[in-house]
């Protein structure tokens, strides 16, 4: 599936802060999950947004580790987002911070990606 993500303004120094879930709509299979940016486009360097992906419980509490990354990075490198991985029938929510570099100077520009969540199965 595919879900429009946020178009808000973000000025230099500032971090826009997003909840998303992801769900596993198998019957039968646990999945651990990993992330990779793509489609960029935009005059903001994507080497100056940072993005960080934390997995969270229902009150927004992180039950895993932050993964942290540059855009560029995340569009190079796909990265596991670790545990909790989703078991069948189970969602994941996840916070998402998005963080501007405090030295950009590029007035009224923009950058646009896509985020891919992809699912790998988990033997048992």
Known sequence: DS????TETILPGETITK???LKNNSTNATFSIAA???SVSGAISSTELTIK????NASEEPVGATVTKTLADWVSTPAGL????IGDG??????MDVILDEDVT??????TFDMIFTGTQVTP
Do not use: H, M, W
């Open 106 to 111: 590029t007035e009224s520009a923009s950058v």
């Open 90 to 95: 189970d969602t994941q929510e996840y916070k």
């Open 82 to 85: 670790g545990l909790p991985n």
């Open 53 to 56: 992906l934390t997995p969270v």
């Open 36 to 38: 990779q940016a793509a």
């Open 19 to 21: 909840y998303f879930r």
């Open 3 to 6: 879900v429009l993500g946020f």
